[in-house]
């Protein structure tokens, strides 16, 4: 069965703290792995799609990147409004349907 | 562009009841899926539709129904709502499957809370 597990749980960082938050996998034939951000009682953001080992992807101060078997999402200089929970999703073998993770949680404080 | 709209945003239900919750994808999507995410949980698939049909289903009872009309809008039904039915439903759209790693976006969600 396909697992994604997310890890911290919770990370708790100063403001300007780089820090990277992982998401492991065991999946047969990755489609795709997603990063999407969620603010409380809102709907999951799309941040990132990366589709093969090796791939990075950066958008302001997130930078995603790709292994065989992991993905980390870097946070640099973060900010309190990066303060959000971070979810991981994967796509592979026959199904299109995305499996999440259990997410990060992410407090910047200022 | 329009992106993934849902209504209603809240609502409140007795147990035993039926709720119906309501979705339009994104501009250019015609794939709708959705999405049931617990507090401090993942979401959890629930199906897939695609031509106005269930394209595929996750493990969720039959109490659990819905329906895609010709513009690509999109029901999710629940009835006999228990307790544990309280939670955050997500829509999301796509392009349709067959595309390799295709994107999903999801709305704003509906919070649900069986009493």
């Known amino acids: 069965e396909d697992q994604v597990t997310q890890s911290p749980e919770a990370l708790r960082l100063q403001e300007g703290e780089s820090s990277s938050l992982n998401c492991s996998y065991t999946v047969s034939g990755l489609r795709g792995l997603f990063w999407y951000r969620q603010d409380p009682g809102k709907g999951p953001e799309f941040l990132f799609t990366l589709y093969s080992a090796g791939e990075e992807k950066e958008k302001e101060r997130l930078k995603a990147t790709l292994t065989k078997k992991e993905s980390f999402l870097h946070i640099t200089a973060p900010k309190p409004e990066d303060s959000a929970t971070y979810l991981c999703a994967v796509q592979a073998g026959g199904s299109y349907i995305p499996t999440f993770g259990r997410g990060t949680s992410l407090i910047v404080h200022p | 562009d329009a992106g993934v709209t849902q209504s209603p945003t809240h609502l409140i239900k007795t147990r035993g009841q039926q709720v119906t919750l309501r979705c339009s994808p994104k501009s250019g999507h015609d794939t709708v899926s959705w999405y049931q995410q617990a507090l401090g949980q993942g979401p959890q698939f629930i199906f897939q539709y695609y031509e106005e049909e269930e394209r595929q289903r996750g493990n969720f009872p039959d109490r659990f129904s819905g329906h895609q009309f010709p513009n690509y809008s999109s029901e999710l039904n629940v009835n006999a709502l228990l307790l544990g039915d309280s939670a955050l439903y997500l829509c999301?759209?796509?392009?349709?499957?067959?595309?390799?790693?295709?994107?999903?976006?999801f709305g704003e969600g509906s919070w649900l809370t069986v009493v």
């Open positions: 999301a759209s796509s392009l349709p499957t067959g595309r390799s790693g295709n994107t999903i976006y």
